[in-house]
Antibody, heavy 121, light 108 residues
Framework: QMQLVQSGPELKKPGTSVTVSCKAS????????FQWVRQARGQRLEWVGW????????KSAEKFQERVTFTRDTSTSTAFMELKNLRSDDTAVYYC??????????????WGQGTMVTVSS | SHELTQPPSVSVSPGQTARITCSGD??????VYWYQQKPGQAPVLVIF???ERPSGIPERFSGSGSGTEVTLSISEVQAEDEGDYYC???????????FGGGTKLTVL
């Protein structure tokens, strides 16, 4: 069954880093692209960035460029997002998403279950 | 930076048609995707590539538009259609994505 499974909730202190993982099952991982989206409680979806698995090419939204890193491990079909220098306003649910391959290539129709990241002293 | 603008809320009675707009400068050149999100759940794709419907999405959901404004229409609205709807598209270069601010659909 095609699915994305993310790592569990995280509680972090301001100034530290967090890494969220996204493991893909039954997906052509090497030919895929993973995007990361976050949502603070009661707020809109916010695009964080993406990674093209085959080349390792990444792009992030301008507001995250200095603090976010995207990586992938093809041996385990897992994508990662690291967010550094955490602040309280980084508290949010973080989602990964990828195309299933059933539709146009840029269609992110598969989503992980979300990972709650809480930043608090 | 590229932005997508949606109305904060839309309300309709059951059986009517709900229309949610999304406007942005790059929409004339980039595809738009629409997601439905219910509380505590991940977003669900309801329209891709402007007007195509994924398998499992009712025919009541349709996408249309031209130029810099697109519309998600939901005909014969049902109570189960309540939720937040987001448009999603690329910037003019196609190298990054953005979400609209979201529209809360209320079925009266």
């Amino acid at each position: 069954q095609m699915q994305l499974v993310q790592s569990g909730p995280e509680l972090k202190k301001p100034g530290t880093s967090v890494t969220v993982s996204c493991k893909a099952s039954d997906l052509n991982f090497t030919n895929s692209i993973f995007q990361w989206v976050r949502q603070a409680r009661g707020q809109r979806l916010e695009w964080v960035g993406w990674i093209i698995v085959e080349t390792g090419t990444t792009k992030s939204a301008e507001k995250f460029q200095e603090r976010v890193t995207f990586t992938r491990d093809t041996s385990t079909s897992t994508a990662f997002m690291e967010l550094k220098n955490l602040r309280s306003d980084d508290t949010a649910v973080y989602y990964c998403a990828a195309p299933s391959g059933k539709y146009y290539w840029g269609t992110f129709d598969m989503w992980g279950q979300g990972t709650m990241v809480t930043v608090s002293s | 930076s590229h932005e997508l603008t949606q109305p904060p809320s839309v309300s309709v009675s059951p059986g009517q048609t709900a229309r949610i707009t999304c406007s942005g400068d790059a929409l004339s050149k980039q595809y738009v995707y629409w997601y439905q999100q219910k509380p505590g759940q991940a977003p669900v794709l309801v329209i891709f590539k402007d007007s195509e419907r994924p398998s499992g999405i009712p025919e009541r959901f349709s996408g249309s538009g031209s130029g810099t404004e697109v519309t998600l229409s939901i005909s014969e609205v049902q109570a189960e259609d309540e939720g937040d709807y987001y448009c999603h598209s690329s910037d003019i270069s196609g190298t990054s994505r953005v979400f609209g601010g979201g529209t809360k659909l209320t079925v009266l």
